[in-house]
């Protein structure tokens, strides 16, 4: 993928000059300027993915859907969502489905970053013309609300101890838990998304959502809070090797 400069797309994330301070690379991913790599080796970056690596994934798409109706709607579109709010479920496709609440759903697409799931889910909701109108919730436009960070590896749990109040270990934060907490004195959503190896290697990983304005003050705190266990930002291309 050749590089491009954030600056010419409309796309781009709130915080890209850090970004780029920092040495990222950029690329085109639906539409949009993500940073895929730091310079240095494949390897490098990907052993910083497994030990304490951050990253933004904020121009991926992401959105929802909220009201009456609206597990029941997505239900009925194909998506997988149990019964218990605070649980974010995988999709098929890579997507998670977060719980927020009894009547609202997170979406976050897979780190492909098509947007393939919320484009088809956005061209089928349509608003009655008339009453009374079907229990379908509606749109939630979350993706310029909210910025969306990944941070992964083995010291991801102690790096969030200096600066969250929720014990994120394993035994106690389980695959697809979600807290909806304070994270840095702001209000964040973390979700727990592990990345597994097809060697049966498994990365602990966790998606940070928070108010898209204070986005540079949290990623200046998480990256702060990394630098005690060597954390560094990592790239779309090594949070995708993970998985390889």
């Given at each position: 993928?050749?590089?491009?400069?954030?600056?010419?797309?409309?796309?781009?994330?709130?915080?890209?000059?850090?970004?780029?301070?920092?040495?990222a690379?950029?690329?085109?991913?639906?539409?949009?300027?993500?940073a895929?790599?730091y310079?240095?080796?494949?390897?490098?970056?990907?052993?910083?993915?497994?030990?304490?690596?951050?990253?933004?994934?904020?121009?991926?798409?992401?959105?929802?859907?909220?009201?009456?109706?609206?597990?029941?709607?997505?239900?009925?579109?194909?998506?997988?969502?149990?019964?218990?709010?605070?649980?974010?479920?995988?999709?098929?496709?890579?997507?998670?489905?977060?719980?927020?609440?009894?009547?609202?759903?997170?979406?976050?697409?897979?780190?492909?970053?098509?947007?393939a799931?919320l484009?088809?889910?956005?061209?089928?909701?349509?608003?009655?013309?008339?009453?009374?109108?079907?229990?379908?919730?509606?749109?939630?436009?979350?993706?310029?609300?909210?910025?969306?960070?990944?941070?992964?590896?083995?010291?991801?749990?102690?790096?969030?101890?200096?600066?969250?109040?929720?014990d994120?270990?394993?035994?106690?934060?389980?695959?697809?838990a979600?807290?909806?907490?304070?994270?840095?004195?702001?209000?964040?959503?973390?979700?727990?998304a592990?990345?597994p190896?097809?060697?049966?290697?498994?990365?602990?990983?966790?998606?940070?959502?928070?108010?898209?304005?204070?986005?540079?003050?949290?990623?200046?705190?998480l990256?702060?809070?990394?630098?005690?266990?060597d954390?560094?930002?990592v790239?779309?291309?090594?949070?995708?090797?993970?998985?390889?």
């Amino acid at each position: 993928m050749n590089a491009i400069a954030p600056a010419s797309h409309l796309r781009r994330s709130f915080i890209y000059r850090l970004l780029a301070a920092s040495g990222a690379e950029f690329g085109e991913v639906n539409g949009g300027a993500v940073a895929l790599h730091y310079g240095g080796s494949r390897e490098a970056e990907l052993a910083t993915a497994r030990r304490l690596g951050l990253a933004d994934l904020s121009v991926l798409p992401h959105g929802g859907f909220k009201g009456k109706g609206t597990v029941e709607w997505l239900t009925a579109q194909g998506l997988a969502i149990g019964p218990d709010s605070n649980v974010a479920y995988k999709q098929a496709g890579g997507e998670w489905a977060a719980r927020l609440a009894p009547t609202e759903i997170f979406l976050l697409d897979s780190l492909a970053g098509t947007g393939a799931l919320l484009q088809r889910l956005n061209a089928a909701w349509q608003w009655a013309a008339a009453a009374p109108r079907p229990a379908q919730g509606y749109p939630m436009p979350r993706q310029d609300s909210h910025a969306w960070f990944m941070a992964t590896g083995a010291f991801v749990p102690e790096m969030f101890a200096k600066i969250c109040g929720v014990d994120l270990r394993r035994e106690h934060f389980a695959e697809g838990a979600i807290a909806q907490t304070s994270v840095a004195k702001m209000s964040a959503i973390i979700i727990r998304a592990d990345r597994p190896a097809k060697d049966g290697r498994v990365t602990p990983a966790y998606h940070v959502l928070a108010d898209i304005a204070s986005a540079e003050y949290l990623w200046t705190c998480l990256m702060d809070a990394a630098a005690e266990f060597d954390g560094k930002p990592v790239g779309l291309r090594a949070l995708r090797d993970l998985e390889a």
